[in-house]
């Protein structure tokens, strides 16, 4: 990967906390001059993507091991995911036609089963701490191709929170539109957790800023409501959303007693707070409101409107007050919920609400792009982290996290 130009293949993989499977991506990256230099900004192409579906219980297996796994499990799973993520980049690979002999490598994000971006004290010492599993090691010697992960932790290795990591991919896929523009973008991913980043407009003796953060649930408890209430995944279209009506009491009961929503950034959140006692609250206030099944659901994806447009609103729009127009594009799961997309559209006034597709991106590859990419920056000895009063405090100059080939 020495010198100027060069054009590679690179694999990105990811499993989201919706645990649904492994995304994977395949791009072309080519890096235009010094690849050292921070005018180099890759250029990159999607080749291939698909999801490989875990196989059938390792959802269920997973989520017991977040909550209460032991040492034991979570060694075992962390090669068992290891091998399930090699055959991801394998299943890609062959979906873009290339040989794996042509890839020149893989950043993995792995599965997460615990993030704990609150400082806590041990023997004298303030210790953030994330941990992902599906061993970097394990890719790189089933596919015989360098490997780059633990992307989070180094992350919180320098001061950040480890979430979100997205950031960085939204900055270049906002600059190729908003460089040059008086307005303002914005990216919001839904997956099990929302994040958004924001491309702060031009002002007059003054760069342009770029922030992001994690704003409160996506689909983590809609999902959960529609597993224990209607024993499917999640809410297909979001048709049982437009069937329910928004009950105003359970949404301000969800509002008042919600701490991580009103948070100043920087901050993330995982399924250690949005977790099953969570859920058990939501269905005892809906028993008591006496609420349909349909009201429930409608509720709560609402909720998840809700607390995008209350960060939006505090944190973000100050910042924009100079925009002429502001643009919102979405991706993740969350995208192809036309209920949620509808509430979003309607609570973000002044924001015009669009898919990610708008600016050539696949919704779903978003995150796979993004580690890919993370992966590549990683390898070429660049920090890919955004540093600002949102994320870390410094970039990553040495290499983040591990790194294994055979």
């Not at 990256?29 to 900004?41: K, P, Q, Y």
């Not at 219980?57 to 060694?75: A, P, Y």
């Not at 020149?104 to 993030?115: C, D, N, P, R, Y």
């Not at 190729?176 to 958004?196: D, F, T, V």
Request: glycine share 10%; with cysteine.
């Amino acid at each position: 990967m020495a010198g100027q130009d060069s054009k590679v293949y690179v694999i990105g993989l990811m499993s989201g906390t919706s645990m649904d499977g492994i995304d994977a991506c395949l791009l072309e990256i080519t890096a235009v001059g010094d690849l050292h230099s921070s005018e180099a900004i890759p250029r990159w192409t999607l080749v291939s993507f698909l999801t490989h579906p875990y196989p059938v219980g390792l959802k269920g297996d997973l989520m017991r091991i977040c909550s209460n796994g032991t040492v034991g499990e979570l060694c075992g799973y962390n090669v068992l995911l290891g091998k399930l993520f090699a055959e991801a980049a394998k299943a890609v690979a062959r979906a873009g036609r290339l040989e794996m002999g042509k890839v020149a490598l893989i950043g993995s994000h792995g599965q997460t089963v615990h993030h704990m971006p609150a400082p806590q004290s041990l023997y004298g010492y303030q210790i953030t701490s994330t941990l992902q599993i599906g061993d970097p090691s394990i890719i790189a010697n089933e596919c015989g191709i360098t490997t780059v992960g633990d992307f989070r932790l180094a992350d919180m290795a320098v001061g950040g929170q480890g979430a979100p990591l997205v950031p960085y991919l939204d900055q270049t896929l906002l600059e190729r539109y908003y460089r040059e523009k008086k307005r303002a973008g914005m990216l919001l991913n839904i997956g099990g957790i929302s994040n958004i980043s924001a491309y702060v407009p031009l002002t007059q003796g003054k760069e342009r800023d770029f922030v992001g953060f994690d704003c409160g649930p996506g689909n983590v408890l809609v999902d959960h409501l529609m597993k224990q209430l209607y024993g499917v995944e999640y809410d297909k279209d979001g048709k049982i959303g437009f069937l329910g009506k928004i009950s105003s009491t359970l949404l301000q009961e969800l509002h008042d007693k919600d701490t991580f929503v009103p948070r100043c950034p920087p901050k993330s959140t995982g399924r250690e707070y949005y977790d099953h006692s969570y859920v058990e609250r939501i269905m005892a206030l809906g028993k008591t409101l006496n609420l349909s099944t349909e009201d429930l659901i409608a509720t709560v994806t609402d909720f998840t409107a809700a607390a995008v447009c209350a960060n939006y609103e505090q944190f973000i729009k100050p910042l924009i007050a100079s925009a002429d127009e502001v643009d919102l594009f979405v991706s993740g799961g969350g995208a192809k919920n036309n209920f949620l997309m509808r509430r979003l559209q309607e609570r973000l006034n002044g924001v015009e609400v669009y898919s990610a597709e708008k600016l050539g991106l696949n919704p779903d590859a978003k995150e796979a792009v993004c580690f890919a990419l993370l992966g590549y920056e990683t390898y070429r000895g660049r920090p890919g982290n955004v540093p600002s009063k949102n994320t870390s405090v410094q970039r990553i100059e040495q290499e983040p996290g591990s790194s294994a080939s055979t």
